[in-house]
């Protein structure tokens, strides 16, 4: 007699390039997962220990060919085998209570029809933060406009349906969010997810925001993605 082995209820897909300093506490937050679940690593080609971290705990890694995140996020989603599909950062830390919030959604069949994202929070005190935060929320509530760093939950139907990722260097979350937008809404999944300060600590968040706006503007007119890649990680 043949036994069918049971699928997981979850697929993890997190895109990594030399992210050892921020692995393993996001694999410690996600080992608070009661069931069973598929995590999928897909490495852009990182030089310190990210790899060996990740397999010690006997996560499935994925070196990809390209350094680029789309396309890693899109091999993911190929290999993953669970009906729902989370994507996260590899610099991201959920809250304890995050697993209660995903299972009333995963088990609720009408969440299918929706895409879920993460309240994103900085936990550094700061007033600049806070801020940040609020605009966040209102571009995520008003202008259906969460971003990568947020975290994406979708069904896999969903997924597929609006075409998945797009093999892109960056604004591959504005791309796949903007697809999703013209079929449905996302919604909040009401759980925090924590977002590393050093990419703000380190610039000025209004001017950093004006030149996000820029280059998401030149995006849309269609500005070569490489040369826009170049200039965001200026």
């Known amino acids: ?55 010690i705990q006997g996560v499935n890694v994925i070196k990809s060919t390209k350094r680029n995140r789309g396309y890693q996020l899109k ?36 969440s299918e029809n929706f895409a879920w994202y993460f309240d994103f929070k900085i936990k550094k005190n700061r007033l600049q933060y806070r801020i940040l935060e609020t605009a966040v929320a209102l571009r995520s509530h008003f202008l259906q406009r969460p971003y990568g760093d947020q975290g994406l939950l979708i069904h896999k139907d969903l997924y597929y349906l609006s075409g998945g990722f797009s093999s ?9 969010i903007t697809r999703i937008n013209k079929i449905t809404k996302v919604k909040r999944i009401r759980e925090n997810i924590y977002t590393d300060d050093i990419k703000w600590s380190n610039s000025n968040i209004l001017n950093r925001a ?25």
């Open 1 to 55: 007699m043949v036994r069918l082995q049971k699928l997981p209820t979850l697929s993890i897909i997190i895109p990594t390039l030399n992210e050892a300093n921020h692995i393993p506490l996001l694999l410690a937050d996600l080992n608070a997962w009661p069931d069973d679940f598929d995590l999928i690593i897909v490495d852009g080609g990182s030089i310190d220990l990210t790899i060996s971290i990740a397999q």
């Open 75 to 110: 091999t993911g989603a190929l290999n993953a085998r669970a009906e729902w599909l989370l994507f996260l950062h590899a610099d991201s830390r959920l809250d304890p209570i995050w697993v209660k919030s995903l299972l009333k959604i995963i088990r609720n069949k009408t």
């Open 168 to 176: 892109l260097k960056i604004m591959e979350d504005i791309d796949l």
């Open 210 to 234: 004006l030149k996000n706006s820029k280059l998401r503007k030149k995006w849309r007119q269609g500005y070569d993605i490489n040369r826009l890649s170049k200039e965001y990680y200026l």
